[in-house]
C-alpha cells in the first residue's frame, strides 16, 4: 500500500526564518513525489516534483529513499508562502495520486 | 489557457438523491481524475478516465460512478446519497495518461447532502 504522512497539521514561522515541511511516504518501489500548494481562494496547484529537480519560489525538496522522506525547505521564508501544503505520491497504480493530509504554513510578519 | 473547469460550484442534495457532477478537462488533455475531499480526510482517489474508459478506481462504493465524453469532459454520479458524502469534489486533468505527471486541478463543487 502506499501513504504519505505530514505529521505537522500546523506550522508558524516568522517572517525571514527557514521552513521545512516534513514529508514520508511508504512505498515499495520508485515512487514520483510532488509538494502541491493551495494559496487562500484558490486552486490546488502542483508547487514542485522530486524528477524535475528545480527550485519554485524559492522552495526545494530532496527525496531521500534511505529515510522515505521529501521534505520541503526554504532557506527565508515570506508572508505569501502561508497556504496549504499538500505531498503527494504516484506510483504502481498509474493514474492514482495519495496525498498527505496537508500542513496549513502561517508566516508571521 | 483555460484550466479545468467544473460545475456546478455548489450542490445541495437530500439523503437518498443523485448528484452529477461535471468537469471539462484542459483542452488537449485526455485523461481525468476525481478527487474527494472530505473533512478530516483529506484528499482521496476516486477515478481516472483515460479515452472514454475507467482506467482506476479507489477505495469507493459502486454508487460512485462516472464517465467520459468523446470531447474528454466527463461526470461523476454519486447514488443514493449519505450524510457522509458531503464533501468538496475536485477534478483534474493531465496531458499524459495516468502520469505520473502534473495534474492540473479545477475549483471544485462543495456537495453538501442533508
Known amino acids: 500500500a502506499q501513504r504519505v504522512t505530514q505529521p505537522e497539521k500546523l506550522l508558524s514561522v516568522f517572517k525571514g526564518a527557514p521552513v521545512e515541511l516534513k514529508c514520508n511516504y511508504s512505498?515499495?518501489?520508485?515512487?514520483?513525489l510532488f509538494w502541491y500548494v493551495q494559496y487562500s481562494r484558490q486552486r490546488l496547484q502542483l508547487l514542485l516534483r522530486h524528477i524535475s529537480r528545480e527550485s519554485i519560489k524559492g522552495f526545494t525538496a530532496d527525496l531521500n529513499k534511505g529515510e522515505t522522506s521529501f521534505h520541503l525547505k526554504k532557506p527565508f521564508a515570506q508572508e505569501e508562502d502561508s497556504a496549504m501544503y499538500y505531498c503527494?505520491?504516484?506510483?504502481?497504480?498509474?493514474?492514482?495520486?495519495?496525498f498527505g493530509q496537508g500542513t496549513i504554513l502561517t508566516v508571521h510578519p | 489557457e483555460a484550466g479545468v473547469t467544473q460545475s456546478p460550484t455548489h450542490l445541495i442534495k437530500t439523503r437518498g438523491q443523485q448528484a452529477t457532477l461535471r468537469c471539462s478537462p484542459i483542452?488537449?488533455?485526455?485523461?481525468v481524475y476525481w478527487y474527494q475531499q472530505a473533512l478530516g480526510l483529506g484528499l482521496q482517489f476516486l477515478l481516472w478516465?483515460?479515452?472514454?474508459?475507467?482506467?482506476n478506481r479507489g477505495n469507493f462504493p459502486p454508487r460512485f460512478s462516472g464517465r467520459q465524453f468523446p470531447n474528454y469532459s466527463s461526470e461523476l454520479n454519486v447514488n443514493a446519497l449519505e450524510l457522509e458524502d458531503s464533501a468538496l469534489y475536485l477534478c483534474?486533468?493531465?496531458?499524459?495518461?495516468?502520469?505520473?505527471?502534473?495534474?492540473?486541478f479545477g475549483p471544485g463543487t462543495r456537495l453538501t447532502v442533508l
Open positions: 483534474a486533468s493531465s496531458k499524459e495518461p495516468g502520469g505520473p505527471d502534473e495534474q492540473f
Open positions: 503527494a505520491l504516484s506510483g504502481r497504480s498509474y493514474g492514482k495520486l495519495t
Open positions: 512505498y515499495s518501489g520508485s515512487p514520483e
Open positions: 478516465y483515460d479515452e472514454g474508459e475507467e482506467r
Open positions: 483542452s488537449g488533455h485526455t485523461s
